[in-house]
């Protein structure tokens, strides 16, 4: 098969640690309270991350880099999506698109939502779109516990593994 798609799914809820930082698709959001988590806890760049290691045949984030590991607390996200990125494209994958909706209450995502997926877009290497929507007071979400995000990614086979990352897919 040529063309592949995956699915990543992600959630974390906010942590009471008034000293943890917020970073959403790999944007710190000042002043809002962090999510809990053995990384920083980037909900989006966790579903991003499996949804590209899922269309790959790779597994899953907690196979990649397990939050049993000492050595990735606290880990920068965005870095292990870059790691996720390099090992799809070891396997011959490209990224044709990636797609995420973020559900949650807040913070609003509209104000930096260009900045997220120009972010995202340059870590993947190809286009990344993100939607913020609530979940209407229903549910966990909806009483602002915490964030969760989907992803979706379709990758496309290259036939030669060498060939340049940002070159057009076939």
């Not at 209450?105 to 939502?113: C, F, I, T, V, Y």
């Not at 290497?125 to 979940?135: C, D, H, L, S």
Request: with cysteine; aromatic share 4%.
């Amino acid at each position: 098969m040529n063309i592949r798609v995956g699915q990543g799914f992600d959630v974390h809820r906010f942590s009471d640690d008034p000293g943890r930082r917020l970073v959403l698709g790999g944007v710190l959001f000042e002043g809002e309270p962090g999510l809990e988590g053995h990384s920083d806890a980037d909900a989006i760049a966790h579903a991003v991350t499996d949804a590209l290691l899922g269309a790959a045949g790779l597994g899953d984030i907690g196979q990649l880099f397990p939050d049993t590991d000492p050595a990735l607390a606290g880990a920068d996200s965005l870095r292990l999506l870059e790691e996720a990125v390099r090992q799809v494209h070891e396997a011959g994958w490209r990224t044709g698109n990636v797609d995420c909706t973020v559900v949650l209450e807040a913070p609003k995502l509209a104000p930096r939502k260009a900045e997220i997926q120009r972010v995202l877009s340059e870590v993947v290497g190809a286009p990344v779109t993100v939607k913020g929507k609530r979940a209407e007071r229903l549910g966990a979400i909806g009483r602002r516990e915490g964030i969760a995000c989907f992803a979706v990614a379709i990758l496309f086979a290259v036939p030669d593994p060498s060939e340049p990352l940002g070159s057009d897919h076939p």
